[in-house]
């Protein structure tokens, strides 16, 4: 609801006087970022150079997070991949073998029982 009395000018001045406000306070919320990222960024070079071994600390910290970030089914989708192409070269030959072996058993032991059936069948 607009309560100022006037001509379109008047309003229009209001609008403007409130885009001016936003970009003021946008520029002052982004000076502010600024300074604390240089803050912290101050403090980490200090640290890191008075304490050289938070600098291992601060690589796993980071890890995890991008860890954390990823999520656990992405993670574990390159996992089970990886693993899985691995296992396929290195055993890739004999997995063959054995499944075949497994497959010519199991059809051998249908086509004896589908021969003992066919026997016993009366009417």
Do not use: W
């Amino acid at each position: 609801m607009n309560h100022l009395h006037g001509n379109g000018k008047g309003t229009k001045r209001v609008r403007v006087r409130r885009r001016e406000d936003v970009s003021h306070v946008l520029r002052d919320r982004a000076e502010n970022v600024r300074d604390f990222v240089e803050s912290v960024r101050d403090q980490a070079e200090t640290t890191f150079r008075d304490k050289p071994y938070m600098v291992p600390v601060a690589a796993c910290a980071l890890g995890v997070g991008i860890g954390v970030l990823l999520g656990s089914r992405l993670t574990r989708f390159l996992v089970f991949s990886t693993v899985g192409a691995i296992v396929s070269d290195v055993f890739g030959g004999e997995l063959k073998r054995l499944s075949r072996d497994f497959v010519d058993n199991l059809q051998l032991r249908l086509a004896e029982g589908a021969e003992e059936g066919e026997g016993e069948v009366t009417d």
